[in-house]
């Protein structure tokens, strides 16, 4: 498949064009101009100014479309009026990329937008990629590439750096020469007006020189590109990000509980922990990930043990963590059998281990060497106070030649300054990062254990539908659509637990009153004790209005709380309109806890999900935790672990512990709802009472809106546009219903269903018992087996723009795999390229071609318009397989070795 980046020019350019050069001191083309002669830039470099002959001994040319030869990327340093003409001159010209530095476009106003949209237009028109306007440019170390006009340029190096601000980028640049921090890429975005976030993950993802990305965000266009590039790129390199702007001026206006407890940045943190990404708060935090995350070790969980020669620095680093709901380390009885044979005899016995003032090098080694070989630590922070008898020094060689050769993370914190110079240089020498004082040294380690909470996040692929019973999805639209003929977005209290019961979520029943006979006669058919509530579309909070009467248990008392509830809510609200008075059975869960399940529509990532603390005081506490769409347990247990209230739901004061799977089955109910009805827009369901004996929706609320043209024209009866359902989330479900039961010619049933994440293992054994001929032809190459990195890319794919459809069969109890096919699509996103393989004891019995027929009949669902494979010219086997298929072969732009067959959809 596609081995050459569409961006490959833009970021690694053969030859480079300053469009606006100059000798004036320091202009930006005069800047940019130098930075690329003294970065010794490996490719051609053209000055492109009409008033100049020669600039810094360089010929000038008065237009690009005077330089000789093909150029690869234009950088443009002029006055924004001139622009867009500069941009049609380059499409002229045949150049694929430009970077656009200069400023007054959209962000100075309405004539500034006018200019941005026709340099667009014209970008567009001839197919040129821009990056911009208004940025610091880009920089590729390894070739000699500043396209910039930061001064100092950057060290080569492995980390890919993009930033929409380039004052931070120059920050981090003017931090990382003398820190000894290098890149493989350093991109500024400036104004997004064509490629952002997504395309750029897509090539730091392909980039072999990139083994971490560092990501600076004000702000996200497009969701479901951003978080589809995120997550690819989170599955085989770490992703660290800082999202400024946490804390906005402005809220959203709350017409619910939910909404009111859901800002934006906290949708934005669900989003990241989702995609496996570790979210920074400040530039420190960056600098000190930069130097040291990820150098020599790999996370694998939160449990943290601390080493100290001092009580109160232990006590610290155990405060932070505490802060940080970083749990400590329960040591085993062996480590502990250990230590009391290293360790003086009045040491603390617990973690913090202190090892007492005046221990020496030998016995950290010890207690290091125990503490790393405990199976419950999962990292360790080492650190020392200056003592008159402790060399700071030699206990630092110590510690890095006993954590030589372990994989744990291991962090180091020398406090002082003089005393202990030395030693955190040997610690930095060491790539061992190395703090000055407990707390930041802890809030690293809750970096990397948060990398590896949210990496298994991230390998959670979900369905749609998590029942095997599945919804009345019918009943609810018909509920939904008629409020939306009736013009209503905000659904009665009996319709919203319609559609709750139609995903099978228990509900207290209701009926609506109209008058105080109706009530009585209501209350008396529903049982007393009854509950009372206004129904009007203008009141969230029904008890601030005199609008609830609880535990109504005569006539009599029902009767006159009709009265009182229309008088008090007429008095209080004059402008509410009156449905009448909702009647339901009065629930007595004397050991229910009262608990809210929410769902708001953000404006950027869609649908969320939101679990806590429910009742009145819901926003009082706002203990609420928030996942993306769908969910399935792990994520749903991650969700209720993330909350205050989910102490009290064990065993609490005599009560015994609520039915965790009624509550968990509420959870994914509402995420099926999410995924089948897009025009969901808000719902509370609060109170959730939920005891030993199960699940009650006492309450619930629900907003509708309109949903995707997509999805109001779905056929529900077809399998295959299925996806188009799901276009209103930022996560795509796993596609479930694409599985298949087929049989071979010899009657051998086989599962032909969309890859899992969890299918790594089985995808592993596929390829390793390949022949050496299959594997050659599939991956046009010598390969032995499949790396964590590329096995992560083949089985936790993004559903949204790839699909990878393998063929199992059942063999002593187990699933085995015995092929597999995929498409990715290309970013015009009307192409797609193809691949297949087929195991070789199964070949030749029709597997092969029925896999892409149903792969042909996805691609197509999709929208997509053409598909596209390579095969080696001497694989004459899948040529003529292509053909019978209907691909039209040629041969390969820029490859004689390689065949190319495409096909129409």
């Known amino acids: 498949m596609q081995d050459r980046h569409y961006l490959t020019p833009l970021f690694e350019p053969r030859s480079v064009a300053i469009i606006g050069a100059s000798e004036r001191e320091h202009s930006i083309g005069a800047v940019l ?37 093909k150029i690869d990327l234009a950088v443009i340093a002029t006055q924004a009026a001139t622009v867009p ?12 990329a430009a970077v656009v530095i200069s400023a007054g476009f959209a962000e100075s106003g309405e004539s500034g937008a006018a200019l941005q949209q026709a340099v667009l237009q014209n970008a567009r028109r001839h197919q040129v990629r821009l990056l911009g ?79 971490n990305i560092f990501l600076y965000i004000e702000g996200i266009k497009h ?35 939910t909404g009111a407890l859901v800002g934006a940045d906290d949708v934005f943190d669900a989003a990241l922990r989702r995609a496996g990404v570790v979210r920074l708060y400040n530039l420190s935090q960056m600098f000190a990930a930069a130097q040291a995350l990820f150098s020599q070790f790999r996370p694998r969980g939160n449990r943290l043990c601390i080493i100290t020669n001092g009580g109160g620095p232990g006590v610290l680093a155990a405060d932070r963590a505490t802060d940080l709901h970083i749990p400590l380390a329960q040591l085993s009885p062996a480590t502990l059998t250990a230590l009391n044979a290293a360790l003086p005899p009045h040491w603390p016995h617990g973690n913090p281990i202190d090892i007492i003032g005046d221990a020496d090098a030998e016995r950290y080694r010890q207690t290091l060497a125990a503490c790393l070989a405990d199976e419950n630590v999962d990292g360790v922070l080492v650190m020392l106070a200056p003592q008159a008898i402790t060399a700071a020094s030699d206990v630092a060689r110590a510690v890095i030649e006993t954590a030589r050769d372990c994989c744990k993370p291991l962090i180091a914190c020398w406090m002082g300054e003089a005393q202990v110079r030395e030693a955190r240089q040997l610690f930095r020498d060491a790539h061992i990062p190395t703090f000055s004082t407990p707390e930041p040294a802890v809030e690293l380690f809750s970096h990397i254990s948060a990398h590896y909470r949210n990496q298994q996040l991230l390998i959670q692929a979900p369905p749609a539908l998590a029942h095997a019973t599945p919804p009345r999805t019918g009943n609810a639209r018909q509920i939904i659509e008629a409020a939306r003929a009736d013009s209503r977005t905000l659904l009665s209290e009996k319709e919203s637990k319609a559609i709750l019961a139609a995903f099978d979520i228990p509900v207290a029943p209701v009926a609506l009153a109209q008058s105080a006979d109706e009530a009585v006669i209501l209350a008396e058919r529903i049982g007393l004790p009854v509950a009372m509530k206004i129904d009007s579309p203008q009141i969230t909070h029904k008890s601030d209005c005199g ?100 102490k009290l739901l064990g065993e609490f004061r005599g009560m015994p512990p609520i039915n965790g799977a009624a509550l968990e089955m509420v959870l994914l109910r509402v995420s099926e709802m999410v995924c089948e009805l897009p025009w969901l827009r808000e719902m509370d369901i609060n109170p959730l009472v939920v005891d030993e004996r199960g699940a009650v929706a006492v309450d619930a609320r629900i907003i509708v809106g309109d949903a995707s043209p997509a999805a109001d024209r779905h056929d529900s009866r077809c399998d295959f546009c299925y996806d188009f359902c799901y276009d209103h989330m930022a996560i795509h479900p796993y596609p479930s219903h694409l599985t298949v039961d087929w049989q071979l010619a010899d009657g051998t049933p086989v599962i032909i269903r969309p890859i ?43 559903y949204d723009r790839e699909m990878a459809l393998i063929a199992v069969l059942q063999k002593n109890g187990q699933e085995v795999e015995i092929g597999v096919c995929r498409y990715v699509t290309l970013p015009n996103a009307e192409t797609c390229e193809f691949a297949i393989v087929i195991a070789d004891e199964w070949s030749g019995k ?49 490859d004689i070795s390689v065949r190319r067959g495409v096909l129409t959809l």
Not at 89 to 94: E, M, P, S, V, Y
Not at 143 to 157: E, H
Not at 569 to 577: E, I, L, N, T
């Open 33 to 69: 101009l130098r930075n690329m002669l003294d970065a010794r830039y490996q490719g051609q470099i053209y000055a492109v100014n009409p008033g100049h002959k020669h600039i810094f001994d360089l010929r000038s040319y008065a237009s690009i479309e005077e330089a000789p030869g």
């Open 85 to 96: 003409a500069i941009m049609e001159a380059c499409g002229r010209a045949g150049v694929p």
């Open 133 to 211: 306007p208004n940025c610091l440019g880009v920089m590729r170390p390894a070739l000699g590439l500043d396209a910039t006009f930061a001064r100092g340029g950057a060290l080569p190096g492995n980390i890919g750096l993009v930033s929409q601000s380039g004052a931070l980028c120059t920050a981090i640049l003017d931090w990382a020469r003398p820190n000894g921090v290098g890149f493989s890429s350093v991109i500024s975005l400036g104004g997004t007006s064509d490629v952002d976030f997504g395309e750029i993950l897509d090539y730091l993802v392909a980039d072999d020189l990139t083994k």
């Open 223 to 257: 969701a479901r590109s951003f978080m589809s590039a995120l997550r690819a790129a989170a599955r085989v390199k770490p992703v660290l990000l800082i999202k400024v702007d946490r804390h906005p001026d402005g809220s959203r206006a709350a017409r619910s509980h």
């Open 547 to 646: 609008g609830v009467k609880l535990n109504l248990s005569s006539l009599q008392a029902v009767r006159s709380a009709y009265l009182d509830i229309i008088d008090a809510v007429r008095r209080h609200r004059p402008d509410a309109a009156i449905n009448g008075v909702a009647i339901e059975p009065m629930i007595f869960r004397p050991t229910g806890r009262e608990l809210l399940v929410g769902v708001i529509r953000d404006d950027v990532f869609g649908p969320v999900i939101t679990f806590g603390e429910g009742g009145a005081r819901v926003e009082v506490h706002r203990d609420r935790a928030i996942a993306l769409p769908p969910l399935n347990r792990f994520l749903i247990a991650d969700m209720i672990g993330a909350t205050r209230v989910s």
């Open 756 to 798: 899992r994440p969890e299918d790594a293992t089985m995808e592993q054994d596929f390829v390793r018992q390949l022949s050496p001929e299959s594997k050659y032809f599939r991956f046009m190459g010598t390969l032995r087996e499949l790396n964590q990195p590329l096995l992560a890319r083949l089985t936790q794919i993004d």
């Open 846 to 894: 029709g597997l092969g071609k029925k896999l892409m027929e149903l792969l042909i009949t996805t691609a197509r669902a999709k929208g997509l318009k053409v598909m596209r494979g390579d095969f080696l010219v001497n694989n004459m086997r899948m040529i003529h397989f292509a053909e019978n298929l209907g691909f039209v072969i040629h041969g390969h732009p820029d």
